[in-house]
Nanobody, 122 residues
């Protein structure tokens, strides 16, 4: 069992930045960030594995950066140039699967945090 605790969410203006953190109780091969806005399905935002392979959703490429501190078992998401459409509950997820197939798919992750809210006003 992997426990995940997110932090760093908040309320910002469009164009500003936030940095999310996710502390994991154990290391896993793949970790990712997902988000879910009211009335919408949960979607993958970014993922990274132990080989530092990285995937981003098209909507965040060039604005968001995912990174991982292996010594601290902590995952980060640096979010720059935030837009109102980025507003959502952001979830950290971990997977014990060793492949890199569909890294942004919800179904590829078996451990989830409780989420941290990001609000972006225009």
């Amino acid at each position: 069992q992997v426990q995940l605790v997110e932090s760093g969410g908040g309320s910002v203006q469009a164009g500003e930045s936030l940095r999310l953190s996710c502390a994991a109780s154990h290391s896993t091969d793949r970790m990712g960030w997902f988000r879910q806005a009211p009335g919408k399905e949960r979607e993958g935002v970014a993922a990274i594995n132990s080989d530092n392979r990285i995937a981003y959703a098209d909507s965040v490429k060039g604005r968001f950066t995912v990174s991982k501190d292996n010594a601290k078992n902590t995952l980060y998401l640096q979010m720059n140039s935030l837009k109102p459409e980025d507003a959502a509950m952001y979830y950290c997820a971990a997977s014990t699967e060793l492949d890199w197939i569909w890294p942004l798919s919800v179904r590829k992750y078996n451990f989830w945090g409780q989420g941290t809210q990001v609000t972006v006003s225009s």
